[in-house]
């Protein structure tokens, strides 16, 4: 059992940087695989970014691509998203998710989430 808690979500000018956090319990946080979400009022879960447990594969979405950094620290058994260049589009309650095993990309892949927490992107 892995549990998740989120923390770092604001309100950001347009154009601005966050840094969210996500701190797991349990000893073998390296053995998982930490994914961020999103979800934005009427629209589906969407899928962000991700790191695998050894921290040599990462896989980012499209929307993303070069303004996100996930990393991770497995002796603090926390993982973290750099977002830079917000947009007013990025605006969105952010999940943090683990499963077992490789990288992949859909909600229903992961077991395990954190309560989330509110970016709100002002223009």
């Known amino acids: 059992q892995v549990q998740l808690v989120e923390s770092g979500g604001g309100l950001v000018q347009a154009g601005g940087s966050l840094r969210l956090s996500c701190a797991a319990s349990g000893r073998t946080f390296s053995r998982y695989t930490m994914g961020w979400f999103r979800q934005a009022p009427g629209k589906g879960r969407e899928f962000v970014m991700a790191?695998?447990?050894?921290?040599?594969?990462?896989y980012y979405s499209d929307s993303v691509k070069g303004r996100f950094t996930i990393s991770r620290d497995n002796a603090k058994n926390t993982v973290f998203l750099q977002m830079n260049s917000l947009k007013p589009e990025d605006t969105a309650v952010y999940y943090c998710?683990?499963?077992?095993?490789?990288?992949?990309?859909?909600?229903?892949?992961?077991?395990?989430w954190g309560q989330g927490t509110q970016v709100t992107v002002s223009s």
């Open positions: 790191i695998d447990g050894t921290r040599t594969r990462t």
């Open positions: 998710a683990a499963r077992e095993g490789r990288v992949l990309t859909g909600p229903r892949d992961y077991n395990y």
